[in-house]
């Protein structure tokens, strides 16, 4: 194996580390024998909690992105309510605007199967953002941001705008109505607060979202695009849905939410012919192209969305 620290003609490179030393350097080949019970006995199965893995490999293989489809199948089987915890659903920004780095685009996917339940099967959807812009303590924007500097009517519009590709003879009156009726978003807040003591906008990490009341994901997954190596886990438990919801999302939803306040109705509408995607780079300059890699590091600036 290479040292770390030794140079490589390549930008990037995967180490595989063994941890304590000694042990093998690769998990031994997975035998039916290593489940802790007998499936075919409930009393075995006491404690255990129904859990599906899930994840991809980014750019390190192209065909291989099961963890996408799985976020997408379980948006299309909900039939109630789908609650999410996000960092964001925008793509990431030219820092200082709301304008998308070139090459980067809107979650189609995602947006088309969450408007597809609000439409035909008449389903709510929930959704706490980072407030836009936010940096964590003292850090520089390229070191961590949260929040791609998308407003909760941004990300509303988007999703409209996939239901008016569902069906382009749906009224405005009708989307207007299921804005308002089934489609709830907001910037997580503590206390009431968007900002902490230091005058810092409140971020999040999280990528969780709730299918029903009675399944949940939780892993490295963001819903925005961002093609990364990522790892989940969907909990297929009613029973630990609920705890998990009393533990985290509950709290941070009567914490930041507030009918009216964090997503405009007619911010959204008006929003809906607004082309938020970033330009293609096919035909772009080495400049510009150059640009959109050093945007890609990070955004800059705490958000004044509330002091505008």
Not at 63 to 69: M, Q, V
Not at 194 to 223: P, R, V
Request: net charge negative; proline share 6%.
């Amino acid at each position: 194996k290479l040292p770390d620290n030794l140079p490589t003609p390549l930008q990037s490179r995967v180490t595989v580390s063994e941890f304590p030393e000694g042990i093998d350097e690769f998990p031994p080949r997975y035998e039916k024998s290593c489940i802790p019970f007998d499936s075919r006995f409930e009393d075995d199965r006491r404690g255990h909690v129904p859990m599906i893995t899930m994840g991809r490999y980014g750019s390190l293989l192209y065909s291989a992105r099961p963890s996408d489809d799985a976020i997408e199948a379980m948006f299309k089987e909900a039939r109630t309510i789908i609650r999410c915890a996000l960092q964001d659903l925008g793509p990431i920004t030219i820092p200082g605007t709301k304008i998308a780095v070139p090459g980067c685009v809107w979650p189609k996917t995602y947006l088309k199967a969450l408007g597809e339940a609000i439409y035909r099967r008449g389903v709510d959807v929930e959704i706490v953002l980072s407030n836009p812009g936010s940096i964590p303590g003292n850090l520089s924007p390229t070191e961590a941001l949260y929040g791609n500097g998308w407003t909760c009517a941004d990300v509303a519009s988007e999703i409209i705008k996939s239901i008016k590709e569902l069906d382009e003879d749906v009224e405005d009156d009708q989307l207007r109505k299921m804005v308002q009726e089934n489609l709830r978003l907001c910037y997580l807040k503590q206390g009431k607060k968007h900002k902490w003591g230091t005058e810092k906008t409140k971020g999040m990490h999280a990528k969780h979202f709730i299918i029903d009341d009675s399944a949940y994901y939780i892993g490295s997954q963001n819903l925005y695009v961002c093609d990364l190596a990522e790892w989940g886990i969907l909990v297929d438990d009613p029973k630990q849905t609920a705890k998990a919801m009393q533990e985290y999302w509950i709290p941070m939803w009567d914490n930041s939410y507030h009918d009216g306040v964090d997503c405009d109705v007619d911010e959204v509408m008006d929003g809906l012919d607004i082309d938020r995607d970033g330009e293609s780079l096919t035909f772009a300059s080495h400049s510009t192209r150059l640009n959109a890699t050093k945007a890609l590091a990070g955004n800059s600036g705490s958000s004044d969305y509330y002091s505008a």
